[in-house]
């Protein structure tokens, strides 16, 4: 991963640490104005290494011996402070020194080696980044405007097309409010300017409200940028294993990307993936069920309707009569 992404990352764990710090800095400053004595026995049991290495090199007193008393005098000033500590209304730990990171104290490493922290970190920048021009905060369920879609049975289909929406709108809602990174993969297809974006991004503003990491963009886009990563056309920022990795990934207009091998077997092994993990995506196209039948193999065209819920998506393009709407003022 890029040596930015892992200094900017490594920056926010000490900033982590130096919180703490300056936080347990604070509390010893309040408990030496409100509780002296606390103070004092802090002092006496900072002392206790100096101590134990006086104790060392006089060699007057039997060095077991010794470190007993010590550490006897050591449990009864500690019992004393958390004596002091309750009775005054402070927790017993209220003066230690707490971590983000317990694993790590906040160091980011962990005998040398990179710690859970610092690559979830690294991994949220990066997916921050990929995502920073994408419109996730830009749909909501509360924009979703109903009215756009007709009243009146289509005969094409047989549906009153509100209605229909209606309900895929209602079970939009449902699972973006019940999302866990375990949550069913959706596949939605349709026609163009039927709100499959619009969804797809409200799902995806929610699950990344709750905390999820949620990967958002158009296949021509991610599977260009994970095509030039391969072929050394760019910088190499995981973009594949990120997307692998996302606790939600929002492939948007599957279809509308440049048809090839590799793109071909990008889209198989993320479905196929993710699916084997039990991580959700939702993958959007425009495609009939007979394109896609005839622009991907079966392997792709099998999990996609089998392996997905399918959400179809009916009515007349809403952007097309959106704008109509705005010319008639």
């Known amino acids: 991963m890029r040596s930015d992404i892992f200094q900017e990352a490594k920056r926010r764990i000490d900033r982590r640490r130096m919180e703490h710090l300056t936080e347990q800095s604070r509390r010893m400053d309040e408990i030496a104005e409100n509780l002296p004595e606390v103070s004092r026995i802090q002092r006496q049991l900072a002392m206790t290494s100096a101590?134990?290495?006086k104790l060392i090199l006089q060699k007057g007193e039997d060095l077991q011996a010794g470190i007993a008393r010590i550490e006897k005098v050591n449990l009864d000033l500690q019992a004393r402070e958390?004596?002091?500590?309750t009775a005054a209304g402070y927790p017993a730990d209220y003066l230690e020194l707490t971590y983000t990171c317990p694993l790590c104290k906040d160091t980011g490493f962990v005998n040398g080696?990179?710690?859970?922290?610092?690559?979830?970190?690294?991994?949220?920048?990066?997916?921050?980044?990929?995502?920073?021009?994408?419109?996730?905060?830009?749909?909501r369920f509360e924009d979703f405007d109903l009215s756009f879609?007709?009243?009146?049975?289509?005969?094409?289909?047989?549906?009153?097309?509100?209605?229909f929406m209606e309900k895929v709108l209602r079970y939009c809602r449902q699972?973006?409010?019940?999302?866990?990174?375990?949550?069913?993969g959706i596949f939605m297809y349709g026609e163009t300017g039927l709100g499959k974006?619009?969804?797809?991004?409200?799902?995806?503003g929610k699950a990344a409200e709750k905390g999820y990491t949620v990967i958002y963009g158009s296949a021509q886009d991610l599977l260009r940028k994970v095509e030039n990563e391969h072929f050394g056309r760019a910088e190499?920022?995981?973009t594949l294993d990120m997307m692998l990795e996302a606790d939600l990934l929002v492939l948007d207009d599957l279809g509308a990307e440049f048809s090839s091998s590799f793109s071909q077997s990008v889209v198989y092994n993320l479905l196929n993936s993710r699916i084997a993990s039990g991580k959700p995506m939702i993958v959007s196209s425009?495609?009939?069920?007979?394109?896609?039948?005839?622009?991907?193999?079966?392997?792709?065209?099998?999990?996609?309707?089998?392996?997905?819920?399918?959400?179809?998506?009916?009515?007349?393009?809403?952007?097309?009569?959106?704008?109509?709407?705005?010319?008639r003022g």
């Open 82 to 85: 958390k004596e002091l500590m």
């Open 149 to 163: 879609y007709p009243d009146t049975v289509d005969p094409a289909t047989g549906q009153n097309p509100r209605l």
């Open 286 to 327: 425009n495609l009939t069920i007979q394109e896609f039948n005839e622009k991907y193999s079966r392997r792709i065209v099998s999990r996609l309707f089998s392996q997905l819920v399918q959400i179809r998506f009916i009515g007349r393009d809403v952007r097309q009569l959106k704008r109509q709407r705005e010319a």
């Open 197 to 204: 974006t619009h969804l797809s991004l409200a799902i995806a």
């Open 175 to 184: 699972y973006a409010e019940n999302f866990t990174s375990q949550s069913p």
């Open 236 to 238: 190499n920022e995981r």
């Open 51 to 53: 101590e134990i290495c």
């Open 113 to 139: 080696v990179r710690c859970r922290c610092l690559k979830e970190e690294m991994q949220r920048l990066s997916v921050a980044e990929l995502n920073a021009s994408s419109p996730l905060t830009k749909s």
